[in-house]
């Protein structure tokens, strides 16, 4: 018997070998209960995402028989004026979210990583908060410091209004890409620093062609995350947001609760759309970054 | 070796001074200036003083806030240990997984979690509504049921009742659970990747079973990796605001949806902030616990 259960385990990094024979005793994806399990998760995971994709295209008003297709509510949703308005807030808001919160990350992680100052701890633990404290209490706190500290001015012109949900996205996104920029730092050699000190080039110097290529992987996976993040953020931008700054989610969300539309589903599609593509885009970019460093 | 900042004063500043300064004045400063509040009273409609009163605090602690909380704890671990039953078998299926299949099976356990929380709350009404596909599918069901019955002479099971899925206490957790199982299997999947399998073998070849080896061999080794999960689980659970805004009835609000109340309708800012504060303290318990276990973990290994 212990012979069968020896000779039935897969040699180690031959997956191929045992693809035809009776499963081996650890390949759990390969036993019909778990592959139970993982289908039913990715189907409860994934029918209310279909579903809602697949009837922004039906004729029907109240979007739950299928009747027909129809493109209609596209068009309705890019006529919808606040509602394209309020898609470019967010994806403006993003953007410049992502910009500040890479250079501020970059810099944070770069800051920890090199040096050693007193009251390091303290700095490291405040730069740990935004990531653990509950969006509600970010929201609020941002609404008092925007109504009271420090106003942000009505009326500005375009994008300049947008400042305060800006600000308050970057608080919470930077600390992100300072984790991520800073894992990546841990395996740069030192000595290479060093180096191109000792050859003349200046503090800049060695940071920019020296440091910075290799952060690079972390950079784009931060910037990654800070957009994503920036994008999906409900609860802090609905406490910050004015009357004349409505961003995507916000909108989607007044919406709901006047009445459901296919138009929702629609603009909803392409949210995901845009998103799984941002995906797919910054997988690919940190999949070849590592190959050209071999090259 | 990191440098002490004495040797490079100039560029130490350079790097140091943006990003505590943003911490500072757009993170720390706000929360400093609610805390402060909590500490405050109404004194006109704009106005709010300092007095130095712990009143909103003896109010939160009355019956009424103190239920909400208790209720927020428990709607939160309700979720987490749902999560983790979930998660578990699909983390350990995935890390088990060909090399090839872990990857797609990672990347679509990822994609939901990359997706807006608003639209995927609303994707789940669609769902779960009355005349939603789970109570389309359950009628279907029930009305060839009905008509099996009646084929093999028994009396047919009568109209179908639609049941109510949404606008309660089990919709926020359904959508609770919907929104984070992404964060539950990602630590765990870690864990069990990187676990030593030779002792699972040990463990099949000395005559143990499957769900006696996870029990006693698997999930002592992952712990660190379970309880992070619980921790990142539990955490947003706790402090969430749309999936019991959305999902939940009149009855189902969450301790968020109650501090949203008092800044946005009631006007009741220091109330307010005293219930966030109280939240936050809930928030570090939990990691403080967390921690607690780890390094417990840590020094039994």
Redesign the interface.
Known sequence: M?DQ??TS?PPVGS?KAAAKEKPG?????RQW???V??GL??L??????I??MV?SFNTSRR??VWQGFTTDWYVKAFNNDSLLQAFINSLMIAFFCTVISV???A??A??L?????PGKTV?EG??A??I???????G??????FA??MPWPMGLPWPLNLGAIT??H??FA??FV?TVVRARLSSFN?ELEEAAKDLGAS?WRTFWDVLVPHMQPGLIAGALLAF?LS??D??ITF?TAGPDTITF?VK??SM?RFS?TPE?NAA?TV??VV??IL?AVG?QMQNNTPKEKKA | MEQTWKQAKAAFAAIAVPPIGWLLFFFLIPLAVIWAYSFGENTGPITIDFTGTFANYGRALEPLYLQIFWKSIIVAGLTTLLCLIVGFPVALAIAFASPKAKAWLLLLIMLPFWTNLLIRTFALIAVLREQGYVNFALEWMWNNASGFMSLVGLQPLGEYEPLTLLYNNTAVIIGLVYVHLPFMVLPLYSALDRMDRSLMEASLDLGAGHLRTIWSVVVPLAAPGIASGILITFIPALGAYLTPDLLGGTDSQMIANVIERQFKRANDWPFGAALSFLLMYLTFIAIAAQAFVQRKAERRG
């Open positions: 212990a259960a020896l385990i997956p005793p650890l390949e759990y994806m209960p778990l592959r399990i993982v998760t990715l409860f995971l994934y029918l209310p995402l579903t809602l009837f979007n739950i250079i501020l990350g810099l944070a770069v800051m990583w090199r040096f050693r100052f700095v405040s730069m908060l935004p653990v404290v509950p969006e509600i209490c970010l609020v706190a941002m609404l008092v410091f009271r500290v600000i308050a970057v608080s930077f600390p300072a030192r503090e994503t994008l999906d409900f609860v406490f989610p989607v969300y709901l459901v929702v909803s949210l995901i998103t799984v995906t997988l």
